[in-house]
């Protein structure tokens, strides 16, 4: 082929040599149900798509102004100025760069466990302790210990609300108590990322408890009810000087103007997070569903996954749901084995339902 090199780009009219690498880097939709990863399969919204690709002529330039209008959005939603707020290419950022200032080699984190262990993680690569609390029996965060333990080694307390993998939530008193009494000792840093699926969330508490002062980081994603996980976008709302530490350590103008353009126009996108919640929640009902006949206790769910206790080696089920084309994630807690599946869309829930039957009439 005369290639690009001697004949000029020839644009859009001519069958690019990277089509075939597109063919095979896309994900094969309809052989794999995907229900590992809480994403939402929804989206992202019409508003979204058509913000992404109006700012995709913009990608020479340093994506500035994209930057400005979302953040001054996010501020105005969230009632603090712009300085309260750093965004991220998706919580993860966020969350890896609160491990970097309040881990490191001294740095002693204290979360539940289980719980999302990304922030911990980093901290523990870094060299921090990690000081786990289990789930009370109720896979609850036990609050009362949490702040018992909070002694002045603790570097950085980890909250997540809604919690993964339980899907569990602390009411909004819970937290208040529990950020007002221990942020006066220590950072807490909570990770929100399914908090637009929460039932009633009557506004953040938790933005309540950093507009009065407190030491509260508030962790936010676009990945979830906004559907933009592989567009990465997040944020994090916090006091203007810890805002200032984590952007020190952290992300440095890592999101795409497309991304954020996208993200300015989902963020306010009432009805496609109505639409989302409402799809998520009929999935809910379908899956529950498929439980109560199958005779499984579940946990009732306030995000986009559902965690229930099976009655087989938890590797084992997943190996075997996942040679009927199904992926779930399964972990085993204090010796029972769990599994933890997102929800997709119908046909995917489907495919679930008819390979959970099969796997679980297997068992001996
Ligand atoms: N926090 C929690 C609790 C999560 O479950 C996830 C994703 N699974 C994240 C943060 C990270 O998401 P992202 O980096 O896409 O924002």
């Known amino acids: 082929t005369a ?45 979204a798509k058509k913000a992404l690709k109006a700012a995709i002529d913009d990608s020479f330039l340093y994506p500035r102004e994209y930057r400005q209008t979302l953040l001054s959005l996010i501020a105005k939603e969230e009632g603090v100025t712009e300085d309260h707020i750093l965004l991220g290419a998706g919580s993860s950022e966020l969350l890896h760069a609160a491990a970097r200032v309040y881990g490191g080699a001294n740095g002693k984190v204290l979360s539940a466990d289980p719980t999302y262990t990304s922030l911990v993680r980093s901290a523990e690569m870094m060299g921090s302790e990690w000081v786990k609390i289990p789930l ?26 809604p919690n993964n993998p339980t899907g569990k939530i602390m009411t909004g008193d819970e937290i208040i108590g529990f950020c007002d009494t221990v942020s006066q000792k220590v950072p807490v840093f909570v990770d929100e990322a399914y908090w637009d699926y929460m039932e009633n969330p009557k506004g953040s508490t938790t933005t309540a408890c950093i507009k009065k002062g407190a030491n509260v980081i508030v962790a936010r994603t676009f990945s979830k009810v906004h559907a933009f996980a592989g567009l990465r976008v997040g944020y994090c709302i916090a006091q203007p000087e810890v805002i200032k530490k984590l952007a020190k350590e952290g992300p440095r103008n890592t999101l795409s103007g497309p991304s954020m353009s996208a993200a300015t126009a989902s963020l306010v996108d009432y009805d496609f997070i109505k639409y989302s919640v409402k799809m998520n929640n009929e999935g809910k009902k379908f899956v529950y569903d498929v439980l109560e006949k199958t005779g499984h206790d579940y946990f009732p769910s306030h995000t986009n996954f559902i965690l229930f206790p099976i009655a087989m080696e938890s590797e084992d089920f997943r190996t075997k749901m996942l040679a009927k084309g199904v992926g779930i994630k399964s972990m085993n ?19 679930f339902a008819d390979a959970f039957k099969q796997v679980i009439s297997t068992k001996i």
Do not use: W
């Open 3 to 47: 290639g690009l090199m001697t004949m000029g780009y020839a644009g859009a009219s001519t069958k690019s040599e990277a089509e075939p690498l597109m063919e095979s880097i896309l994900p094969k939709k309809d052989r794999y149900a995907r229900l590992t990863s809480n994403e939402n399969p929804f989206g992202p919204s019409a508003s």
């Open 136 to 161: 009370d029996k109720h896979f609850d965060h036990d609050l009362s210990t949490m702040e018992y333990k909070v002694k002045p080694d603790i570097s950085l307390v980890y909250l997540v609300n």
């Open 333 to 351: 807690v204090a010796g029972q084995d769990y599994c933890r599946v997102s929800m997709g869309k119908m046909e995917d829930l489907e495919m």
